[in-house]
């Protein structure tokens, strides 16, 4: 079962995603608030697996991000919101969510979304995926040294194909290993690379491997 907890400050919004995203019963519901501080308190005395989270809410919850994720890393986060706005997502994925999707966005997809990040993988809109790689890359290197990481031939090429928007499950097919293999493998990178999720990870690619880009 997966423990869910959801943060919202308009009711009839966040009962409706409470619903559309429990109603196939691997999904509980275990808190639910209307602001960012109520965020912060419903992840330290419930400890759920995945915080959804609306990130415009009067005491914004973008700024609370940080806090919860450096307390409570093993909740994961996803923010669901109405904004597009590209530095609002570059915001939340730098403060370290798992995922940024929009309030239009299905029942259906948003569990699977939650299944996703509840299995460690991260869930960026891939329309906005190339603008947020760009505005992240604009930035000072602070993703870790990564020219002194040592990863291995198997390890390289996970790497390289999750910088290309590939999934666990299309990485795993080209490489022809399991998913299983392929999350073992992204575990490792990560850490050699010191980055904290798949965004972070794919723009370190590109900058060791520029050719990347095309």
């Not at 995945?50 to 307390?71: C, F, K, N, T, Y």
């Not at 370290?96 to 569990?111: H, L, P």
């Not at 995926?129 to 002194?148: I, N, S, V």
């Not at 370190?204 to 095309?214: Q, Y």
């Amino acid at each position: 079962m997966i423990r869910i907890v959801v943060v919202d400050d308009h009711p009839m919004f966040r009962t409706g995603l409470i619903q559309a995203v429990t109603v196939d019963g691997d999904i509980a519901a275990v808190g639910e608030g209307g602001s960012a501080a109520e965020a912060v308190e419903l992840v330290a005395s419930l400890r759920p697996d995945v915080l959804l989270l609306d990130a415009q809410m009067s005491d914004d919850g973008l700024e609370r991000i940080p806090e919860i994720v450096l307390a409570h890393p093993e909740t994961r986060i996803v923010v669901v919101t109405a904004s597009e706005d590209d530095k609002d997502i570059a915001r939340a994925v730098e403060a370290g969510v798992y995922g940024y999707v929009f309030k239009g966005t299905t029942g259906s997809d948003m569990r699977a979304i939650v299944r996703q990040v509840n299995k460690g993988e991260s869930v960026i809109p891939k329309d906005m995926f190339g603008r947020l790689m760009g505005m992240l890359k604009a930035k000072p290197a602070t993703l870790g040294p990564a020219g002194d990481a040592k990863l291995s031939k198997q390890e390289t090429q996970v790497l390289q194909y999750l910088a290309q928007g590939l999934s666990n499950r299309e990485i795993g097919k080209c490489l022809d290993i399991t998913e299983r293999t392929v999350k073992f493998h992204l575990s490792n990178t990560f850490s050699k690379l010191h980055v904290r999720n798949r965004v972070e990870a794919s723009i370190t690619a590109r900058r060791m491997w520029p050719e990347l880009e095309g």
